[in-house]
């Protein structure tokens, strides 16, 4: 069966209410009522720290939190819940990964190998990493089309390479890149991947397994759950042998003025109170998401992306930026005679909200060689009709430039 965005979106308060159309989910997604549920009936009937105490409150709570966890690792087909890390989204996930694998594995004469289509937080975390290690950061080229340059990426992934990052699928251009292929070339000289999959998990099942990376980093607000919460997946043996980096409460399981030693995985890097209903929320977004066919789901965002894509090349004065084969449903475009900024105020006041500007990876604008873009990215509840309106918008905007 067709998924019907039309039902989609009544599941969703403010997208429901359909004052506007909201085509910047890159930025963040809206949350379905059966999310903002969970976490009102969280607050109303079980609210209680989790882990520690002896009352049956905390251990509902516990139990609940918990639950979320299983949910997630089900989701990403971890081997086990140990590999499940709490944080407060991709860019906390990511900084763990550099601080505290970089901040042991690295040294002088190693290099961190990225590219230049990534999200700040997937730069400038190794950056630091690098310059307290003494190690060098290297940044594999992008091609015309927005796809990782490969020639380049084997040139620069050397033996002294120990870890390469990159993104699943890019936030500003929307290009999917070939994960399982990028693992197997980092493997082959021994380096850990470390995957961005901030702009992959609402669009498609993500298999950790099958991907083969060591490490993933996600967002539960870019996939209809809350924001301040999000994963890091990581290699049990790696997560094992990794030192803690944040310390407190929680991750702890003796402490003597003299020493400590470390609660077991995930806990040893859960310092403090976490965010237990936003991982409530997001186990809640999780089940949404299995309510719904997957290749029906991707089949209907790719639609409003090739529409959306063929009726604006058609626009004069419309230039598409990013045209790899396989996208997620992201759409960046430039207006002649109208910087980005500008035309996202135009699109604002007709009710279609894009985000516009460098989109955090400033790096790739400068490949590009683009002050920013404009750029409209799609969600579950989005239909035809809202690329439409998008399409019209572009239309009148071009009138007033
Ligand atoms: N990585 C990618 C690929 C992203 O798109 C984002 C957020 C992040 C990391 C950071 O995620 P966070 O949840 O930790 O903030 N991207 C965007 C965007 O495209 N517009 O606003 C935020």
Redesign the pocket.
């Known amino acids: 069966m067709p998924f019907d965005p039309l039902a989609a979106a009544r599941a969703f308060p403010l997208i429901d209410r359909g004052e506007n159309v909201y085509l910047d989910n ?3 997604t809206q949350k379905p009522a059966a999310v903002l549920d969970a976490v009102r009936r969280y607050y109303e009937t079980t609210n209680a720290n989790v882990h520690r105490a002896a009352h049956a409150l905390s251990d509902a709570a516990t139990q609940a939190f918990e639950s979320a966890r299983a949910d997630v690792a089900r989701r990403i087909n971890a081997r086990t819940t140990a590999e499940v890390v709490w944080t ?5 996930g990511i900084n763990l990964v550099a601080q505290s694998y970089g901040g042991s594995a690295l040294g002088p004469g190693d290099r961190v190998l990225i590219t230049e289509l990534e ?1 700040h ?2 730069i400038v975390p190794w950056q630091i990493a690098c310059a307290r290690t003494g190690a060098t950061l290297a940044a594999a080229k992008v091609t015309p089309e927005g796809g990782i340059d490969l020639d380049d990426f084997d040139a620069k992934l050397d033996q002294d390479t120990k870890i390469v990052a990159f ?1 699943h ?4 251009l929307g290009t999917v890149n070939p994960v399982r292929d990028l693992v197997a070339r980092a493997r082959a000289v021994d380096a850990v991947t470390v995957v ?1 999959g ?2 992959a998990m609402a669009h498609f099942r993500v298999d950790v397994q099958e991907l083969g990376c060591d490490f993933y980093a996600f ?1 539960g ?2 996939m209809y759950g809350p924001t301040g919460i ?1 994963v890091l997946y990581g290699r049990e043996e790696l997560l094992e042998a990794m030192p803690p980096w944040q310390a407190g409460g929680e991750m702890i399981e003796e402490v003597t003025i003299e020493a400590t030693t470390y609660a077991r995985l995930p806990f040893k890097f859960e310092a403090g109170t976490p965010n237990i209903a936003g991982a409530i929320g997001l186990g809640a977004a999780i089940g949404y998401l299995e309510g719904i066919d997957a290749s029906a789901l991707a089949s209907h965002e790719d639609r409003l992306l090739r529409t959306a894509t063929s009726r604006l090349s058609q626009v004069e004065g419309v230039r598409i930026l990013g045209t790899a084969p396989d996208k997620g449903p992201v759409l960046s475009f430039l207006m002649d005679g109208g910087h980005p900024h500008d035309v996202g105020t135009l699109l604002d006041q007709q009710g279609i909200a894009v ?1 516009t500007g460098h ?2 990876a400033m790096p790739l604008m400068q490949r590009l060689d683009v002050p920013g873009t404009v750029r409209a990215s799609f969600g579950l509840y989005n239909s035809l009709t809202d690329v439409e309106r998008l399409v019209a918008g572009v239309h009148k905007t071009r009138s007033f430039l």
């Not at 407060?88 to 906390?92: A, D, W």
């Open positions: 890159a930025a963040t407060r989204g991709t860019t906390e999200h937080s997937n993104g699928v890019s936030n500003a961005d901030a702009q967002s607000h870019k999000g985000r989109h955090c």
